[in-house]
T-cell receptor, first 116, second 112 residues
Framework: GAVVSQHPSWVICKSGTSVKIECRSL??????MFWYRQFPKQSLMLMAT?????????EQGVEKDKFLINHASLTLSTLTVTSAHPEDSSFYIC????????????FGPGTRLTVT | GDSVTQMEGPVTLSEEAFLTINCTYT??????LFWYVQYPGEGLQLLLK?????DKGSNKGFEATYRKETTSFHLEKGSVQVSDSAVYFC???????????FGKGTKLTVNP
């Protein structure tokens, strides 16, 4: 099956700094990528939809200036958490939807962010 | 808005036991329904799906039937294995949209 990678798998940063998380589709082109946030014992919450070459579409309540998303190519999307605070600590998961692959998304393994 | 409710975990079973994880949904129209599985340390993987009422999705011995009358999509397996230990997520999407709405997930542990 298709593979989606995320880097880093975990990161610890200090409050006020910015952190970039990469999401790559390794063996297929992804026209659309999604970014989710998952709290402990909670569901995955969609943060934004990222389309290659255009601005991301953010879900209601997600601060676009805080969570910067760039989908620069058909295989790479990045999420930058700017001026991170402890409340941003979470598990961030990306998924990629390939061309010609109906009804199925491929998920990355997730990135654990801890802000101290 | 659309939502998915699945049974709270964790669920602990012995090998070869019967598994049911309940999932109900609230949505307008006729959503597509999915079960995803997340093994430890890995990303979510699509387990099975159903796109219209009365469809049965099946994979790896797991089954789920799209029941419009009860707005349910319960996951079942007749005989679980230790390797089935994972977190299971029920999800829906609307009208060909790629956006998924997830339940909270149910952690399954199967003991030998």
């Amino acid at each position: 099956g298709a593979v989606v990678s995320q880097h880093p798998s975990w990161v610890i940063c200090k409050s006020g700094t910015s952190v970039k998380i990469e999401c790559r589709s390794l063996d297929f082109q992804a026209t659309t990528m999604f970014w989710y946030r998952q709290f402990p014992k909670q569901s995955l919450m969609l943060m934004a939809t990222s389309n290659e070459g255009s601005k991301a579409t953010y879900e209601q309540g997600v601060e676009k200036d805080k969570f910067l998303i760039n989908h620069a190519s058909l295989t790479l999307s990045t999420l930058t958490v700017t001026s991170a605070h402890p409340e941003d600590s979470s598990f961030y998961i990306c998924s990629a939807h390939g061309t010609g692959r109906a009804y199925e998304q491929y998920f990355g393994p997730g990135t654990r962010l801890t802000v101290t | 808005g659309d939502s998915v409710t699945q049974m709270e975990g964790p669920v602990t079973l012995s090998e070869e036991a019967f598994l049911t994880i309940n999932c109900t949904y609230t949505a307008t129209g006729y959503p597509s329904l999915f079960w995803y599985v997340q093994y430890p340390g890995e990303g979510l993987q699509l387990l099975l799906k159903a796109t219209k009422a009365d469809d049965k999705g099946s994979n790896k011995g797991f089954e789920a039937t799209y029941r419009k009358e009860t707005t349910s999509f319960h996951l079942e397996k007749g005989s679980v294995q230790v390797s089935d230990s994972a977190v299971y997520f029920c999800a829906l999407s609307q009208g060909g949209s790629e956006k998924l709405v997830f339940g909270k997930g149910t952690k399954l542990t199967v003991n030998p």
